[in-house]
Nanobody, 119 residues
Framework: QVQLAESGGGLVQPGGSLRLSCAASGLTFSMATMSWYRQAPGKERELVATIVGYSGITNYADSVKGRFTISKDNTKNTVYLQMNSLKPEDTAAYYC????????????WGQGTQVTVSS
């Protein structure tokens, strides 16, 4: 009964900012490894950012380094993706992903939230 609920997507102009949120339930959030993925029409789903459970180590796709920041609030069971200096190529459906721990074989997905960057 793991549930992930994304929010915060919308339409923004190039150079603008958005903050996505993913509220998680049904797992021990402090131990969970959380990731953001995105998928644009006609493209494969790609990993954008990860924050590793317990250690808090973060990793980013080269295309978003220096612009996006992943963080989490363990008291709210919520992971965030702060997106700055947005570009049209960032347009995609963004999905939250969770693993119970680094060693977990199974993962879980949210329903997605749409981000559109356009003039």
């Amino acid at each position: 009964q793991v549930q992930l609920a994304e929010s915060g997507g919308g339409l923004v102009q190039p150079g603008g900012s958005l903050r996505l949120s993913c509220a998680a339930s049904g797992l021990t959030f402090s131990m969970a490894t959380m990731s953001w993925y995105r998928q644009a029409p006609g493209k494969e789903r790609e990993l954008v950012a990860t924050i590793v459970g317990y250690s808090g180590i973060t990793n980013y796709a080269d295309s978003v380094k220096g612009r996006f920041t992943i963080s989490k609030d363990n008291t709210k069971n919520t992971v965030y993706l702060q997106m700055n200096s947005l570009k049209p190529e960032d347009t995609a459906a963004y999905y939250c992903n969770a693993r119970r721990s680094v060693l977990s074989k199974n993962d879980y997905w949210g329903q997605g939230t749409q981000v559109t960057v356009s003039s």
